[in-house]
């Protein structure tokens, strides 16, 4: 809940060519990507790996200046 609330924070005042960089669980993949998506409909939403192969960064970007 705690992520979620920061990305609807941040989707107001983030610029154009920002970016977000979050930790999560690999278990909250799915609803966080979904929600980033929904509050940065013209962004890239992308999910890295950590070291084990796990669901572990999720990534937005809000695209160029």
Partial sequence: ALIQELL?????????????????????????EKAALGLFPDGRVSVAKDLQGLDRVLVIDTGRR
């Fill in 8 to 32: 609807r924070q941040a989707s107001a005042y983030m610029n154009q060519g920002g970016s977000l960089v979050l930790e999560m669980a690999p278990e909250q993949r799915e609803g966080l």
